[in-house]
């Protein structure tokens, strides 16, 4: 089975309301060929709810045969950059989608949009407003109270074109006036009530240089950029639900080339993460964390540093599904995914986290023998890979006890245990330092059990990893925890910081890794055998010292913790 299967839907599970809405619209006839969007604003890298949108407009237009545009929303040039815009282009690439054409920009149609604004002007439909932004907010009256009008609002066409073209020209401060949609103050929905379409901003735009210094507001940019795009299905979260009116005025009151529809479905919101850009940014900013791609960051590129696979995402957001209502959904759910598609996938290997010496006392000290290992328990096409097995080796600390009641299923004095992929052993001895620590462990090899049970029928219980201590590579692990202890770290206004988990990453800097993880790349997971899917770190490691990441633990933790009684 290919990675890219286990998120092959089977075809009995019923439909999303997307999926309803766009076939009935191609069964309608409504459209011959659909056309979706993902719109990111570049200030900031993409995270797991990114992905939800991702999978949803990239599938829906694979699903139905349509296309799918990746459009940056650029029109807040002081928060954006080219960095962003580039780690976006990444995410998307390595989730497994290709967007249609070219890369769009929102900023591709700025001309167009000025000139739709001017024909709004026209239409005596838009009027440039010298409130202030504080006065504005005053005149807007809330949710119990209507607005007011502007003072400015019956301005004359010809005022308004000429004041608007000063406002292109740079005549004017940033703040001291905008352009606004004449619509109804006394709306009960407050984005009808005479909403700016231009702001000045007298910014450097990482796409448009310095040609402009008057942005248009993402509510008049987006409509009229999927309308010019052809985009038939606007899929985007419930909060611009409120917005839709809007969306739907700009359309009808403008000379557009197509009538795009726009549909709202619940974000992803995930427990012990916080998924707001400010607030990862602040993480970043802050030094809290090691960059937007730190493992332990929910963004798309901390998952992938961390070694979550492009699959284990997409069946991710398929099986939570695509819903109307809010919901918070268990990052176990995402820690399964990711397990499942490592379990499945990923070569095993050996490598001791925390090692201690064990000698062999009968087996010839200048004797190694090659032993062969599956790289997994049920994919013969992953082939074997070869181990040398020598008189001393590491074994892991806590995989070995002087005494341990029947629940302990590895090495005792006295006791027996089988390494991997190699001989019975019994441990007859301890060497301790000075302060009573056990540092080496002496053992005797059981001959004959090379792959079959010992002859005296006193079967081993467990099976311990090991490696030998002349044939390995020292390495790094890095484990990490969640970045947050509390389930909703930014709920109900409490400050997400307070929340942080002071043990989220111990670093282990000993750690005896099988050579054979010599040729281990970038962006291939492994399972340690024991420990959990592991991958090398693209930031810290190198020729000369190798550093992995912990991407998941085999079982979630409470389940570990109970088998080690
Ligand atoms: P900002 O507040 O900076 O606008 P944003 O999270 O809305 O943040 P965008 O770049 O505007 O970021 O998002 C791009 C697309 O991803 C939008 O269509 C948005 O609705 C969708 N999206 C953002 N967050 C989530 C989420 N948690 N779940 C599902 N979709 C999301
Ligand atoms: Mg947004």
């Not at 739709?116 to 809330?142: P, T």
């Not at 619509?183 to 990482?206: Q, T």
């Not at 409120?242 to 700009?250: A, G, I, T, V």
């Not at 790289?375 to 341990?404: V, Y």
Request: proline share 5%; glycine share 6%.
């Amino acid at each position: 089975m290919s990675a890219t299967d286990s998120t092959e839907k089977p075809s009995s599970k019923p439909m999303h309301f997307i999926q309803n809405i766009i076939s009935q619209d191609l069964a309608s006839g409504l459209h011959q060929k659909i056309a979706t969007r993902f719109p990111p604003e570049p200030n900031g890298y993409l995270h797991i709810g990114h992905a939800k949108s991702i999978c949803l407009n990239f599938g829906m237009a694979e699903e139905f045969g349509g296309a799918c545009n990746l459009r940056f929303d650029d029109t807040n040039p002081e928060k954006e950059n080219e960095e962003f815009v580039n780690s976006i282009m990444e995410d998307v690439k390595w989730l497994g989608f290709n967007w249609n054409g070219k890369v769009k920009y929102t900023s591709d149609y700025f001309d167009q949009l000025f000139d739709w604004a001017i024909h709004l002007i026209k239409n005596g439909k838009a009027f440039v407003c010298n409130l202030s932004a504080d006065e504005m907010q005053r005149y807007r009256g809330n949710f119990n109270e209507p607005g007011k009008n502007s003072p400015y609002r019956d301005r004359s066409v010809e005022e308004n074109l000429a004041v608007f073209e000063k406002m292109r020209a740079g005549e004017f401060e940033e703040g001291t006036c905008s352009l606004r949609a004449k619509i109804d103050m006394a709306s009960p929905n407050i984005n009808l009530r005479d909403p700016i379409l231009y702001r000045i901003k007298k910014a450097h735009h990482h796409q448009t240089g310095d040609k402009w210094c008057i942005y248009p507001s993402y509510d008049f940019a987006h409509g009229q950029s999927d309308a010019i795009e052809g985009i038939t299905h606007s899929i985007c979260t419930l909060e611009f639900e409120d917005h839709k009116p809007l969306y739907n005025w700009f359309i009808e009151n403008l000379p557009v080339p197509a009538i795009p529809r726009q549909y709202e479905f619940a974000r992803l919101n995930i427990n012990y993460a916080v998924t707001s850009k400010r607030k990862l940014k602040q993480l970043v900013d802050e030094n809290y964390v090691d960059g937007w791609n730190d493992p332990r960051m929910p963004t798309i590129s901390g998952m992938r540093r961390r070694g979550f696979t492009p699959a284990s995402l997409r069946n991710f957001c398929e099986r939570i599904g695509v819903t109307r209502s809010d919901s918070v959904v268990d990052v176990g759910m995402l820690e399964f995914c990711v397990r499942d598609d490592l379990d499945k996938n990923a070569p095993r290997a050996m490598c001791v986290l925390q090692p201690l010496k064990l000698t062999l006392t009968n087996y010839p000290a200048d004797k190694t023998e090659v032993l062969t290992l599956h790289n997994h328990p049920s994919r013969e096409d992953l082939g074997d890979r070869e181990i040398i097995f020598s008189n001393t080796l590491f074994i892991e600390q806590e995989d070995f006890r002087e005494e341990a009641n029947k629940k302990y299923k590895r090495l005792v004095l006295g006791k027996r245990v089988r390494l991997r992929g190699a001989y019975v052993i019994e441990a007859e001895s301890v060497v301790k330092d000075a302060s009573g620590n056990i540092i080496e462990v002496l053992a005797k090899v059981i001959e004959g059990t090379l792959g079959k049970d010992p002859e005296d029928g006193v079967k081993p219980k467990g099976v311990i990893h090991w490696v030998s201590a002349n044939h390995n590579l020292n390495c790094e692990v890095r484990l990490y925890d969640r970045l947050f202890n509390d389930e909703a770290p930014d709920a109900g206004g409490k400050n997400f910081l307070d929340a942080m988990n002071p043990n989220n990453l111990q670093i282990l800097e000993n750690c005896k890794a099988e050579p054979s993880l010599a040729k281990a790349i970038v962006g291939q997971g492994f399972q340690f055998e024991r420990q959990g899917y592991f991958c090398l770190d693209s930031k810290y490691s190198t020729q000369e010292k190798l550093v992995f990441n912990r991407t998941i633990s085999l079982k979630d933790s409470f389940a570990k913790t109970e088998e080690q009684e």
